[in-house]
């Protein structure tokens, strides 16, 4: 018998997991988005096998009903869905970042009868929209689910099935204590980089000059700033105790900072970026939200086809990059290539490739 699967909000997230679940057999995959245009896009990139017009279309013919739109927008769906044409064994679940209202939502689902087993994969990028939905974007990267204390253990089993096409790693855990950890880990330091990037906007009206100057590390501790403002929006709102907590902790740590500068004590200085640096350095790699890229600078001179030059050598020794950018670092060079891999080793192999091939100075991060 084919598993009718239906994707709303066809997106990044929602895109992505709609082409994973295509992988499953017997599986037909509709999708719905709020927005005409996204809809024929799914259709014509075979995001989807279906798209329908109407939301209750795909609703009433749904084996497993997976959410993927802006976290707001999946409280007031999941209000409305109390009163939709349901089969009686549908599964219900969502991709949103914040866990702990939308499992509120589930609750009262489940007194009505229905089955709500949230979800959040823990990898994305700072883009969206239909067109960036790539069916591996999971692949290796942690997947939440956050079924309810009491959920019936099959039903979960039934969706971990579906999800495994994701290739992602299915970890369960409590609401709570799920929006505590994204707290620590992306929501808060989404603020940051977005309070970075503020603080100089105010200083380029005095100095335009440095945003010139905003390169490598600059751009890496901001990249997050570039994702869809209307996407996090609803996610602050709806963890709005976390980070107000998270932010409390911040301004003690800055106190701390300030406290060490005005020590003007050498050794404190070094030993806040040495812990700093070791704990970084331990992290555990993953992939998806939380990848460790690996990056090698390599500073390029100012010809035709240098870029090809470099990564040709690099193929011809079967090293693969992940990611490949040139940052203009100063006014009298031409600009920093900056060649991004999943593991050190990739990266050590290129370093030793490049300087056997080039005189270009590299130096890595
Ligand atoms: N972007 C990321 O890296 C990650 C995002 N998430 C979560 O996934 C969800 C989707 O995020 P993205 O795919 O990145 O956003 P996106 O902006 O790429 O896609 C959202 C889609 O939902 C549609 N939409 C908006 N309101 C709708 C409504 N009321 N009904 C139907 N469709 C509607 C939009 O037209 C859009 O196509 C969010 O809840 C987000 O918190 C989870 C993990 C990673
Ligand atoms: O771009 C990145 O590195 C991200 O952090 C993407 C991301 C955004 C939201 C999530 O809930 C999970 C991952």
């Known amino acids: 018998m084919t598993q009718n699967v239906f994707v709303i909000g066809l997106g990044l997230i929602g895109g992505s997991i709609a082409m994973a679940c295509q992988k499953a ?21 075979h995001v989807v096998n279906e798209v329908v017009d109407e939301i209750i279309e795909g609703a009433k013919i749904a084996d497993i009903i997976i959410f993927g739109t802006p976290v707001n927008a999946t409280l007031e769906w999941l209000e409305e869905l109390k009163d939709w044409p349901l ?20 609750k009262e689902l489940q007194e009505c ?29 942690y997947y939440m689910l956050t079924p309810l204390k009491n959920e019936n253990e099959e039903k979960v089993q039934e969706l971990e099935q579906l999800l495994k096409y994701t290739l992602a790693k299915i970890v369960k855990v409590d609401a709570q204590e799920h929006d505590h950890m994204t707290a620590v880990v992306s929501h808060f330091p ?33 990249r997050i700033a570039s994702s ?7 996610i602050v709102l709806q963890n709005r105790q976390e980070l107000i907590s998270q932010l409390d902790l911040w301004l003690d740590e800055m106190d701390r900072v300030k406290n060490i500068l005005l020590s003007n004590e050498q050794d404190s200085i070094e030993e806040y970026f040495a812990i700093a640096k070791q704990v970084r350095d331990d992290l555990p790699i993953t992939t ?10 390599v500073d390029i001179p100012d010809y035709p086809g240098v870029i ?29 290539l900056v060649i991004s891999f999943q593991t050190a080793e990739d990266r050590e192999k290129a370093e030793k490739c490049i300087s056997k091939r080039t005189n270009f100075e590299i130096f890595a991060s």
């Open 308 to 336: 090809s030059e470099v990564t040709g050598y690099l193929a011809e020794e079967h090293i693969s990059i992940t990611n490949l950018r040139v940052v203009e670092a100063r006014e009298d060079i031409f600009g920093i």
């Open 87 to 106: 089969k009686e064994n549908v599964i219900v679940t969502d991709t949103g970042s914040t866990k702990g209202l939308i499992m509120a939502k589930g």
């Open 288 to 297: 998806g939200a939380f990848y460790t890229t690996y990056d090698l600078y």
């Open 113 to 141: 009868g229905i089955t709500f087993i949230g979800g959040h994969p823990m990898a994305g990028s700072h883009k969206s929209g239909v067109k960036a939905a790539k069916p591996h974007l999971f692949e290796n990267a």
């Open 190 to 222: 989404h603020i940051v980089a977005a309070s970075l990037v503020h603080q100089l906007d105010a200083e380029q009206r005095h100095y335009p000059m440095t945003t010139l100057l905003a390169a490598g590390g600059f751009r890496d501790i901001t």
């Open 228 to 234: 869809n403002p209307y996407m996090w929006r609803d």
């Open 25 to 45: 057999p017997h599986t037909k995959v509709y999708g719905y988005d709020v927005s005409q245009q996204t809809r024929e896009l799914a259709k014509s990139l």
